[in-house]
């Protein structure tokens, strides 16, 4: 099977290679990272020192895709640095967006910060044997036959970590199980965020005995304050006046604009100084959001373009188009609507609105987090809404009733609260197989 894999990789790539190259000079992103994910650029200074051959001084290696899985594994890398405090932690992504805000959270968590190879027999080999780990740690996703097949030849043990599976992927997965069933077999534990995904993945063929419910990372997430001073700043560069009602749309992705201009300009009518924050998935969306509420007679600004807007200048919407800031700008929040839910695409994280105690919103497509999006809808933490109608009357009901508001916030955050754990559940996990 890896033989075939391989040469209908190799073909992928010869065939393709024109349209390839295009790509990868075309877009800013590929380009600056193409030659360090093919293991060709130099590696960073700290996994470059690692070159001891006793095992329990060798690193711990943990990948995470992208942004959102960054983002679950800050909880978990916080937790292996307090337990591991004498060996190397290294931490690999596979974005440009991941690597930044990988910088900006693990900086001093972590010895090593680089880009994870592509699937490519050579790649992988090289960097593997540049980094030599004791054990890897997947966090979500990301699973590749050849870094799979080369951990396996190593007799490195690798970790799946919160893991989950939808329903959608269940169904590729056991319609290639032919192909998924020896690749999830290589994992030496996989850590489940639920049950049900615990029981999608016994039923692709791994032994129970590898797979344990341990909750979901997100609720291990650091849930501080934000600062005064910090919050005031915020306050300040989204031009929010004091006093004034927010609704924040966070991770909106494309089609769900339209809804939220429609039940925005219901709700003007009757609350005229709302100002309502958009923070698109794709922050590169922020120029098109913004002239979808401008064609309708808004004042929309981006949130780097407020910089030159006089702060007594009137702004009915502000769109985020700076990676990095949404967690804490729920923070200013007195709703929170989680994007990705009015249309499919399976939905976005709530727990972040959740620990700012913020009553929620979303839309009927949350499967990528149906676990948490049934105990907020159960607690009162949150309501579902189907459509603009549906979103303009529950966000009514929200600015009419502030202890209402409160009230469902604070449900959100004893959610939140309640299911914590999942870190310590994980590393115990670990280190069953841990030299």
């Not at 890398?77 to 974005?95: A, C, E, P, Q, W």
């Not at 600062?227 to 924040?248: N, Y």
């Not at 009514?396 to 559940?425: C, H, P, T, Y």
Request: proline share 4%; aromatic share 8%; glycine share 6%.
């Amino acid at each position: 099977m890896m033989v075939i894999y391989n040469i209908l990789a190799i073909m992928g790539i010869v065939l393709g290679f024109p349209l390839l190259a295009i790509i990868a000079l075309g877009s800013d992103k590929r380009r600056k990272t193409v030659l360090q994910r093919l293991g060709l650029a130099a590696f960073p200074w700290g996994a470059r020192q690692n070159r001891s051959s006793n095992p329990s001084n060798k690193p711990i290696w943990v990948h995470a895709l992208s942004v959102g899985e960054v983002n679950s594994a800050l909880s978990l890398v916080r937790g292996l640095r307090g337990r591991f405090r004498d060996r190397n932690i290294f931490f690999s992504v596979s974005t440009k967006t991941g690597y930044e805000i990988a910088n900006k959270l693990f900086k001093s968590h972590v010895d090593a910060i680089f880009f994870f190879p592509y699937d490519l027999i050579f790649s992988v080999k090289h960097v593997v044997a540049k980094v030599d780990p004791a054990m890897v740690v997947l966090v979500e996703s990301d699973i590749w036959p050849n870094f799979l097949a080369e951990m396996k030849k190593r007799g490195v043990p690798v970790m799946l970590a919160n893991a989950r599976l939808s329903k959608r992927s269940f169904t590729g997965y056991r319609r290639f199980s032919f192909f998924m069933r020896p690749l999830l077999l290589t994992f030496s534990k996989i850590c489940t965020q639920s049950m049900d995904d615990f029981r999608r993945f016994e039923q692709l063929g791994v032994p129970s005995g590898r797979i344990v419910k341990t909750g979901n990372l997100k609720f291990d997430q650091e849930h501080d304050p934000v600062p005064t001073a910090e919050l005031e700043k915020l306050r300040r560069s989204a031009h929010i006046k004091p006093g004034q009602k927010t609704l924040l749309a966070g991770s909106t992705h494309k089609g769900e604009e339209a809804i939220l201009l429609d039940a925005f300009s219901r709700m003007k009518r009757q609350f005229s100084d709302l100002l309502l924050m958009i923070a698109p998935r794709d922050p590169r969306r922020a120029g098109s959001v913004c002239r979808i509420f401008r064609s309708a007679g808004f004042s929309a600004f981006s949130l780097n373009d407020l910089n030159t807007v006089a702060l007594d200048s009137k702004s009915d919407v502000v769109v985020v188009d700076t990676i990095g800031i949404l967690q804490r700008l729920y923070a200013l929040a007195d709703i929170a609507f989680v994007g990705g839910s009015l249309v499919k695409s399976g939905g976005q994280n709530p727990l972040e609105a959740a620990a700012f105690s913020k009553p929620i919103l979303f839309g009927p497509d949350m499967s990528d987090f149906n676990e948490i999006s049934h105990m907020l809808l159960e607690s009162g933490g949150a309501v579902r809404v189907h459509d603009a109608e549906s979103l303009y009357k529950a966000s009514a009901i929200l600015l009419q009733d502030s202890n209402r508001a409160k009230d469902m916030g604070k449900k959100a955050l004893d959610v939140f609260r309640a299911n914590r754990g999942a870190v310590e559940k994980t590393i115990e996990a670990m280190m069953s197989f841990n030299s």
